[in-house]
């Protein structure tokens, strides 16, 4: 067997391997209570948890990363963006498949390209970005879903709420019968902060720690009623049913704008993203007529550079016809 199809197979195993881990960590029950949302506790049972969780750790590569990135401006932010997507990854965990993913699809790309040298490096670049930057835009993708499917469940949970209270229950015992009868995600959120409370944490606190997890308008717009109403008193019962009305108006008018703006979303998705499909396929199949954009940089790169400004520029107008603000 020669050493390029021994590469092509080891590579073709990491893919697997990697889409098999993805799978088993993307499953797993762990999240019951957040690991990576205890960083946001400032009480010193949350920061004990999370050092025993860390000690607890079986891979030697991640937890090596996780100790160098956790406490990192960037650590954070990955880790919030995980927790927000509902991801089962530590930070370490995220940016080590990460790297596996991009080095695994830049070697794939090198290897199936040509002889040349500078062809054979393009295409290893284009698998490192596609590695690095597609794992981003699922976490995004995750996160906009989650958020969706949130929103929707307000104006049912804000109810829930209502009903609650006006049978004697208080606000505690009213979030505490969210986090168990409502369906996910809105469950899982509010059972957080039952368990924040219940560790003596505030209800500011709390509230404050739930709207950074999950940054709704709406949800906002909730928890400000909320701190207002105990602040200053009055009936609580009443200012959530007023409140779960408007949100659901706001949401059955953002969904006929959605409708009638579809079209022109997808429309400049796909008009958009068709011009780099082709070029990536063209590079693959036949990378000497490709090429020639490289031959002369001048021509070549000035070609592709006002390509890739009017490609920016259209899809930003087609956006901004579609975003409308309710």
Sequence with gaps: MTPLAILLIGSIIILILIAVGVF?????????????????LDDDQSKSDSKLKKEESSAALTDWVNKRVERSSLGERIAKN??????????GEFISFIFILAGTLGLLAFLFTGTNILAKLFSAALGVAFGTIGPIIYVRSQQGKRLSKFNNQLPDMLNLMVNGLRAG???????EAVSKEMPAPICDEFRRVVQEMQLGISMDKALDNLIRRIP??????????????????????????????????RIRIKGEIRVM???????????????FFVFVLLWFINNKYMGEFFNNLVCGGTALAVGLVMIAIGYAIMMKIADIEV
């Design 169 to 175: 229950y208080s606000t505690m015992q009213a979030l």
């Design 216 to 249: 709704s308008e709406d949800l906002d717009f909730v928890i400000t009623a909320i701190n207002v109403q105990r602040e200053v008193g009055g009936p609580l019962a009443e200012i959530l049913d007023t409140i779960a009305f408007t949100i659901r108006e």
């Design 24 to 40: 088993i960590s993307s499953n797993s029950e762990r999240t019951l209570v957040e690991d990576r949302l205890g960083r946001y």
């Design 261 to 275: 703006t579809s079209q022109v979303v997808m429309s400049g998705r796909i008009l958009s993203g068709v011009p």
């Design 82 to 91: 995980l927790a927000r997507a509902d991801l089962k990854f530590k930070s």
